[in-house]
């Protein structure tokens, strides 16, 4: 299995990213962060600073697994304005897996052309932005090479959706088991 990239850039989604990469670690899976700032530490959009990995211009990113975009806002556009990770994830969508969520299916994957004629979603008030894709309102849209999320209450189902299209149903089934959380049931409150 490759190295699969998150990217972060400031004003990420904290709950985006963090759950993500928990999860995808949780479930044995090789997952890096990658700050496009030009500095290591990055502030996510409620003031919550991360350490990524490395830095984009110091990463090789040969025949990645995945790669995944957070949303937030402002992070979602400025990951947008990064042009080496729009030439990165261009070449991706030919022949590898890429996974967005919250904003950045609609303001990072859309204008570059990766969701035409594709299922996706994304966070309510984008749609509009993804005239070219085949919108659905639901928290997760899991394909074969595109995962999808709409926010932060689907960051849990949205990196088990990755680990599952990685690593098979039962290692998903594992890991949200083993962090209580139960996909068969959406009884949350009782």
């Given at each position: 299995?490759?190295?699969?990239?998150?990217?972060?850039?400031?004003?990420?989604?904290?709950?985006?990213a963090?759950?993500?990469i928990?999860?995808?670690?949780?479930?044995?899976?090789?997952?890096?962060?990658?700050?496009?700032?030009?500095?290591?530490t990055?502030t996510g959009?409620?003031?919550?600073?991360?350490?990524?990995?490395?830095?984009?211009?110091?990463t090789?990113?040969?025949?990645?697994?995945?790669?995944?975009?957070?949303?937030?806002?402002?992070?979602?556009?400025n990951?947008?304005?990064?042009?080496p990770?729009?030439?990165?994830?261009?070449?991706?969508?030919?022949?590898?897996?890429?996974?967005?969520?919250?904003?950045?299916?609609?303001?990072?994957?859309?204008?570059?052309?990766i969701?035409?004629?594709?299922?996706?979603?994304?966070?309510?008030?984008?749609e509009k932005?993804?005239?070219e894709?085949?919108?659905?309102?639901?928290?997760?849209?899991?394909?074969?090479?595109?995962?999808?999320?709409n926010?932060?209450?689907?960051?849990?189902?949205f990196?088990?959706?990755?680990?599952?299209?990685?690593?098979?149903?039962?290692?998903?089934?594992?890991?949200?088991?083993?962090?209580?959380?139960y996909?068969?049931?959406?009884?949350?409150?009782?």
């Open positions: 299995m490759n190295t699969s990239y998150i990217f972060l850039a400031t004003g990420f989604e904290e709950i985006e963090i759950t993500v928990d999860v995808m670690r949780r479930a044995g899976m090789d997952v890096k962060t990658v700050s496009i700032t030009g500095h290591r990055v959009a409620h003031g919550v600073s991360v350490k990524a990995d490395s830095l984009y211009e110091e090789d990113f040969i025949t990645p697994e995945w790669l995944i975009i957070p949303g937030g806002m402002p992070g979602a556009k990951l947008a304005e990064f042009a990770l729009n030439t990165l994830l261009t070449a991706q969508a030919l022949s590898g897996k890429i996974a967005a969520i919250c904003a950045a299916p609609a303001v990072v994957l859309a204008p570059l052309g969701l035409k004629g594709v299922e996706a979603t994304c966070y309510p008030g984008f932005d993804m005239a894709a085949v919108v659905r309102d639901a928290p997760v849209i899991a394909l074969d090479r595109i995962i999808t999320a926010g932060p209450s689907s960051a849990l189902r990196a088990l959706a990755i680990v599952a299209n990685s690593m098979g149903e039962s290692v998903a089934q594992e890991v949200g088991s083993g962090m209580l959380f996909p068969k049931s959406l009884n949350f409150y009782f």
